[in-house]
C-alpha cells in the first residue's frame, strides 16, 4: 500500500502567467506543495516542477456559481513543460507498483489519465455521468449539497485482480472520488490510490475516502 500525503507548510509565491507572459493576479486561495515523506520529498522540492505546476495554476473566484473558488487547470495546460512535469510526477510514482488499470474520473481525470496509462503499460477505464457509456454499465450514486448524482463504469473494464490508481484533477469533497472507488472495489479489484493535482483539504475529502490513500501534487489554502 502506498503512503498518503500528508499536509505541507510550504507556501508557494510565484504568480501564473499567460504565454504572452502577462502577470495574473492570484484571487483566492494559496497554493501549496503536498509534503512527501523521506527521500522524495526532498526530490520534488529540489527539482522545481511541483513549483512550476502551482503556479501555472489559476483561480477563478464566482465560477460556477457565487461563493466558489474555481481551480482552473487549463491555465496548466497552456504550458507544456507544466503538463509533463504532471504526468512525469504521477509516473515516477506508478511505474513500479503493479498499476494495471489507470481509472479517469470524467471529466478532467481524462486529460491526465492517459497519458499516464500510457506510460506505465496499464489499460485506462473512463469512469462517466450517466448515460455517456454505450455498453452495458454498473452505477454508484453519491451524495451532492442537495441531491444526487452518480457515476457509471463499462462491466468488464476492470477485472477482480487489476490494481488500480484513480485519477481526477481535484478533491475537494471527496463524494466523486469515493464512488469512483466503490465502483472499482465491487468488482473486486484493488484502489491502489487516488491521484489530483490539487487537493482541497479545508473540505476534508479524504475523510470520505476512508483508509484509502490520496496523493496529490498541490493543496490549495484559503488566503488569510
Do not use: W
Request: aromatic residues 4%; charged residues 25%; glycine residues 10%.
Amino acid at each position: 500500500m502506498l503512503a498518503s500525503a500528508s499536509r505541507s507548510t510550504l507556501l508557494l509565491l510565484p504568480l501564473p502567467t499567460h504565454p504572452g507572459g502577462a502577470r495574473v493576479r492570484r484571487l483566492g486561495p494559496r497554493l501549496r506543495l503536498g509534503r512527501r515523506r523521506g527521500s522524495a520529498a526532498v526530490a520534488m522540492a529540489s527539482d522545481g516542477r511541483v513549483e512550476r505546476i502551482a503556479s501555472t495554476i489559476r483561480v477563478i473566484p464566482d465560477f460556477p456559481k457565487p461563493g466558489i473558488l474555481f481551480q482552473d487547470i487549463t491555465t496548466l495546460l497552456l504550458d507544456p513543460q507544466a503538463f509533463r512535469d504532471t504526468t512525469d510526477l504521477f509516473v515516477e510514482r506508478y511505474k513500479d507498483k503493479g498499476i494495471t488499470v489507470v481509472a479517469g474520473v470524467e471529466a478532467r481525470g481524462f486529460i491526465f489519465g492517459p497519458p499516464i496509462a500510457l506510460a506505465i503499460g496499464a489499460k485506462f477505464v473512463p469512469i462517466r455521468k450517466p448515460k455517456k457509456l454505450p455498453g452495458e454499465v454498473i452505477s454508484e450514486e453519491y451524495s451532492l449539497e442537495y441531491g444526487t448524482d452518480k457515476i457509471e463504469m463499462h462491466v468488464g473494464a476492470v477485472q477482480p485482480n487489476d490494481r488500480v490508481v484513480i485519477v481526477d484533477d481535484l478533491i475537494a469533497t471527496g463524494g466523486t472520488l469515493s464512488a469512483a472507488a466503490k465502483l472499482i472495489e465491487r468488482v473486486g479489484a484493488e484502489v491502489v490510490e487516488c491521484a489530483c493535482v490539487i487537493e482541497l483539504p479545508e473540505l476534508k475529502g479524504r475523510d470520505k475516502l476512508g483508509n484509502r490513500p490520496v496523493f496529490d501534487l498541490v493543496q490549495a489554502e484559503e488566503s488569510g
